[in-house]
Protein backbone atom coordinates (compact mmCIF):
# COMPACT_ATOMS: atom_id res chain seq x y z
CA UNK A 1 0.00 0.00 0.00
CA UNK A 2 1.20 3.49 -0.70
CA UNK A 3 1.23 6.07 2.00
CA UNK A 4 2.93 9.20 3.10
CA UNK A 5 4.86 9.41 6.09
CA UNK A 6 3.90 13.08 7.94
CA UNK A 7 5.89 12.87 10.88
CA UNK A 8 8.34 10.79 12.65
CA UNK A 9 7.28 11.02 16.61
CA UNK A 10 9.09 9.06 18.52
CA UNK A 11 12.79 8.66 17.00
CA UNK A 12 14.19 5.94 19.21
CA UNK A 13 11.18 3.66 18.51
CA UNK A 14 10.30 4.73 14.77
CA UNK A 15 6.95 5.59 15.75
CA UNK A 16 5.57 7.41 12.68
CA UNK A 17 2.57 9.32 11.91
CA UNK A 18 1.00 8.60 8.00
CA UNK A 19 -2.06 9.11 5.60
CA UNK A 20 -3.11 6.39 3.34
CA UNK A 21 -5.98 5.62 1.10
CA UNK A 22 -7.38 4.52 4.66
CA UNK A 23 -6.81 7.08 6.48
CA UNK A 24 -4.65 8.98 8.93
CA UNK A 25 -2.65 6.40 12.02
CA UNK A 26 0.33 6.18 13.51
CA UNK A 27 2.75 2.26 13.48
CA UNK A 28 6.06 1.35 14.23
CA UNK A 29 8.68 1.53 11.40
CA UNK A 30 10.09 -1.28 11.02
CA UNK A 31 13.35 -0.49 7.87
CA UNK A 32 16.44 -0.66 9.03
CA UNK A 33 16.38 3.49 9.22
CA UNK A 34 12.68 5.91 8.96
CA UNK A 35 12.82 7.89 5.80
CA UNK A 36 11.88 11.67 5.49
CA UNK A 37 8.43 12.28 5.11
CA UNK A 38 7.07 11.60 1.89
CA UNK A 39 5.62 8.71 0.32
CA UNK A 40 6.85 5.13 0.49
CA UNK A 41 5.58 1.76 -0.56
CA UNK A 42 4.64 -0.95 2.52
CA UNK A 43 2.67 -3.44 3.58
CA UNK A 44 0.57 -3.64 7.20
CA UNK A 45 1.05 -6.30 9.91
CA UNK A 46 -0.60 -6.65 13.36
CA UNK A 47 1.64 -7.91 16.08
CA UNK A 48 0.06 -10.34 18.79
CA UNK A 49 -3.06 -11.57 18.72
CA UNK A 50 -6.45 -9.56 18.27
CA UNK A 51 -8.08 -9.68 21.63
CA UNK A 52 -11.33 -8.91 20.54
CA UNK A 53 -13.27 -7.74 16.89
CA UNK A 54 -16.97 -6.88 15.81
CA UNK A 55 -19.08 -7.06 13.02
CA UNK A 56 -19.03 -3.83 11.58
CA UNK A 57 -20.21 -1.25 8.62
CA UNK A 58 -18.63 1.31 6.28
CA UNK A 59 -15.70 1.45 4.04
CA UNK A 60 -12.07 -0.15 5.09
CA UNK A 61 -10.23 2.04 7.65
CA UNK A 62 -7.16 2.46 9.65
CA UNK A 63 -6.99 5.52 12.14
CA UNK A 64 -5.89 6.42 15.30
CA UNK A 65 -3.88 9.10 16.86
CA UNK A 66 -0.43 8.34 18.18
CA UNK A 67 -1.38 10.37 21.70
CA UNK A 68 -4.22 7.71 22.26
CA UNK A 69 -1.94 4.80 21.64
CA UNK A 70 -4.69 3.22 19.68
CA UNK A 71 -5.01 1.96 15.87
CA UNK A 72 -8.71 1.46 14.67
CA UNK A 73 -8.68 -1.37 12.02
CA UNK A 74 -11.92 -2.17 9.83
CA UNK A 75 -11.81 -4.29 6.84
CA UNK A 76 -13.49 -7.05 4.81
CA UNK A 77 -13.06 -10.36 6.12
CA UNK A 78 -11.47 -12.20 3.49
CA UNK A 79 -10.93 -15.79 5.09
CA UNK A 80 -10.42 -17.59 8.54
CA UNK A 81 -8.14 -20.82 8.90
CA UNK A 82 -8.61 -23.47 11.51
CA UNK A 83 -5.27 -22.17 13.12
CA UNK A 84 -7.10 -18.83 14.26
CA UNK A 85 -5.22 -17.05 10.89
CA UNK A 86 -7.71 -14.44 8.65
CA UNK A 87 -6.89 -12.81 5.75
CA UNK A 88 -8.26 -9.06 6.03
CA UNK A 89 -8.71 -6.87 3.04
CA UNK A 90 -7.47 -3.32 3.96
CA UNK A 91 -8.45 -1.72 0.35
CA UNK A 92 -6.21 -3.42 -2.67
CA UNK A 93 -3.93 -5.30 0.31
CA UNK A 94 -5.13 -8.68 2.20
CA UNK A 95 -3.29 -8.68 5.95
CA UNK A 96 -2.99 -11.68 7.97
CA UNK A 97 -4.13 -11.51 11.40
CA UNK A 98 -4.39 -13.68 14.18
CA UNK A 99 -7.73 -13.60 15.67
CA UNK A 100 -9.80 -14.31 19.01
CA UNK A 101 -11.72 -17.90 19.55
CA UNK A 102 -14.90 -17.64 17.86
CA UNK A 103 -13.94 -15.98 14.77
CA UNK A 104 -15.17 -18.71 12.56
CA UNK A 105 -18.45 -17.26 13.21
CA UNK A 106 -18.00 -14.24 11.22
CA UNK A 107 -19.09 -14.90 8.00
CA UNK A 108 -16.48 -14.56 5.18
CA UNK A 109 -17.27 -11.32 2.72
CA UNK A 110 -18.59 -10.12 5.87
CA UNK A 111 -16.97 -6.29 7.31
CA UNK A 112 -14.76 -6.37 11.01
CA UNK A 113 -13.18 -4.10 12.84
CA UNK A 114 -11.02 -4.09 15.70
CA UNK A 115 -8.61 -1.69 17.80
CA UNK A 116 -4.90 -2.54 18.77
CA UNK A 117 -2.32 -1.15 20.54
CA UNK A 118 0.20 -0.74 17.23
CA UNK A 119 0.18 -1.58 13.84
CA UNK A 120 3.60 -2.44 12.03
CA UNK A 121 4.80 -0.59 8.55
CA UNK A 122 7.53 -2.70 6.29
CA UNK A 123 8.82 -0.91 3.69
CA UNK A 124 9.63 -2.69 0.15
CA UNK A 125 10.67 -1.40 -3.11
CA UNK A 126 8.16 -1.90 -5.80
Known amino acids: MEIKLEEVVDE ?6 FT ?3 G ?9 EV ?3 G ?14 WSKAEGPATISGEYQEGLVLVRGQLESVDEDGVAGLRLG ?11 AEEFP ?6 FTIGQIDI ?3 VV
Do not use: H, K, M, N
Open 108 to 113: VGGTVE
Open 122 to 124: YPY
Open 12 to 17: PLQCVV
Open 39 to 52: SCAVEFDIPGEVGV
Open 92 to 102: SDVILVDVPSG
Open 20 to 22: CPL
Open 35 to 37: PGV
Open 24 to 32: AAWGVWRGR
